[in-house]
């Protein structure tokens, strides 16, 4: 099924027009997220692990894409101390959490939107771009795959960290009783009135298999396209997808 007429399908369209809220949903549960993640054993590792995955020149120049609190710009910071990096969110909240934290004081925070980064003052040419818990969001993920192309160097690496369970019924089933038993009460205690790990349990599981996602990789122009598996209870669930804009 091609993506025009997923979209046409009933439903499909209004969950598009749900992740454009996500951003406000994140301003809301900006203060209590990182206590959230914390809870989540493997979280920082894993994003590190994506981090070191990037393979990105020492004193590259790289982006995070839609750092949030800076938990992954925190992975990039550590894997790449001598680096440049910039990072991009749509949340003015989470960003100020992010900005608050002494070890990212060298890091460029910028508010815009992940569809359309050169909208926000961003230039590159980039060495590297992390894109943790993203690509999941956008509205058009083929567009931004378009415009994050243009975005990489020659050469330039790319690594998405993001969860993917439709290839596994086993990776499924343990993402719906994780989310049910776990992730959303917390989130129901932590953030009262938020519903932004509800909409997260059902992006998850109407997200590309990771089959998909890498054939999707690979239609836009990526090569050397790869995922890499996490462990613990989020092995088959999140993976490092990498890939590399072509010289």
Not at 40 to 62: C, F, M, Q, T
Not at 175 to 204: C, E, F, H, M, Q
Request: with cysteine.
């Amino acid at each position: 099924m091609n993506a025009e007429n997923r979209q046409s399908k009933p439903g499909l369209a209004d969950f598009a027009r749900r992740k454009l809220r996500v951003p406000k949903d994140f301003d809301r549960v900006a203060r209590n997220y990182d206590l959230l993640t914390g809870m989540n054993p493997g979280y920082k590792k894993h994003l590190r692990w994506s981090a070191e995955r990037l393979a990105a020149p020492s004193h590259g120049k790289l982006l995070d894409l839609c750092c949030g609190t800076g938990l992954s710009t925190e992975a990039l910071a550590s894997v790449y101390p001598h680096a440049t990096i910039e990072a991009l969110d749509g949340s003015q909240g989470m960003l100020d959490v992010a900005a608050k934290k002494k070890n990212l004081q060298r890091v460029n925070f910028v508010q815009g939107d992940a569809m359309n980064p050169f909208g926000s003052g961003l230039e590159g040419p980039y060495d590297g771009i992390l894109m943790a818990y993203g690509i999941r969001n956008m509205t058009d993920p083929d567009k931004c795959l378009e415009r994050l192309m243009l975005m990489l160097k020659p050469g330039g690496r790319i690594c998405f960290h993001e969860y993917s369970v439709r290839d596994s019924k086993r990776a499924a089933l343990i993402w719906k009783a994780v989310t049910g038993a776990v992730i959303i009460p917390s989130g129901w205690l932590t953030n009262p009135g938020s519903d932004i790990y509800t909409y997260l349990r059902k992006s998850v599981l109407e997200f590309d298999g990771a089959s998909a996602f890498q054939e999707r990789l690979r239609r836009h122009g990526f090569i050397d396209v790869r995922a890499l598996p996490m462990d613990g209870w989020q092995k088959g669930i999140v993976h490092s997808f990498v890939a590399t804009r072509p010289l």
